[in-house]
């Protein structure tokens, strides 16, 4: 099994630029998850999809941030405009359940880099 | 507002002993808590977990004890092995609701 694909594994990017993250979640996986990882926060979750639906946004930090999931093996993480304080580890995570708490998988990461 | 705390930023521990990460959390309402372990450039893995309802998970070298009157659980890994070199992130999750993740902890095993 090929786990979950991230991509770009990593991004460097000028202020003010559009960013995607992409994300490949492992087959037939229904439930979606990206996270952020930076120093001062920690590992945050920003939003849960289950079956293709948004569940759980709350942890969008604001409208920059928009995520999409068109399909059952494919997500998008969009930030527009990017701001340097979006530095930061972007993962993205499948389960095979539904909720939080069935074992999630983790992806290797995208480094974003904000200058 | 930290909710789940790693307050050792590190530990080094010599290989064969045993390695102890400690975790503190303050929301009551935590019911099932979780330790990841993530190596350089890759995603965090799962390792163990512990409902509330009981005080220890084992498997294998790996044990999880928790404390709910302290708020406090501890991942035990005995023997260390190099390996196992790596950061450890405690989780914790309210009746099913986000899993909540503290800021991990970098274990150095000494040869």
């Known amino acids: 099994d090929a786990g979950v694909i991230q991509s770009p594994r990593h991004e460097v990017t000028e202020m003010g630029q559009e960013v995607t993250l992409r994300c490949k979640p492992i087959?037939?996986?229904?439930?979606l998850f990206w996270y952020r990882q930076t120093m001062m926060r920690g590992l945050e979750l920003l939003i849960y999809?289950?079956?293709?639906?948004?569940?759980?946004d709350s942890g969008m930090p604001e409208d920059r941030f928009s995520a999409k999931m068109p399909n059952a093996s494919f997500s998008t993480l969009k930030i527009q405009p990017s701001e340097p304080r979006d530095s930061a580890v972007y993962f993205c995570?499948?389960?095979?359940?539904?909720?939080?708490?069935?074992?999630?998988?983790f992806g290797p990461g995208t480094r974003l880099t904000v200058l | 507002d930290q909710q789940v705390k790693q307050n050792s930023p590190s530990l080094s521990v010599q290989e064969g002993r045993i390695s102890i990460l400690n975790c503190d959390y303050t929301?009551?309402?935590?019911?099932?808590f979780l330790w990841y372990k993530k190596y350089p450039a890759e995603g965090p893995t799962f390792l163990i977990s512990?409902?509330?309802?009981?005080d220890k998970n084992e498997d294998g070298r790996f044990t999880v004890f928790l404390n709910k009157s302290a708020k406090h659980l501890s991942l035990h890994i005995v023997p260390s092995q190099p390996g196992d070199s790596a950061v450890y992130f405690c989780?914790?999750?309210?009746?099913?609701?986000?899993?909540?993740f503290g800021k991990g902890t970098r274990l150095h095993i000494l040869p």
């Open positions: 995570a499948s389960s095979s359940g539904q909720g939080y708490t069935d074992t999630q998988y």
């Open positions: 087959s037939g996986h229904n439930s």
């Open positions: 999809f289950n079956n293709n639906v948004p569940i759980d």
């Open positions: 929301n009551s309402m935590f019911d099932y």
């Open positions: 512990i409902s509330s309802i009981k």
């Open positions: 989780a914790a999750s309210a009746w099913d609701d986000k899993i909540i």
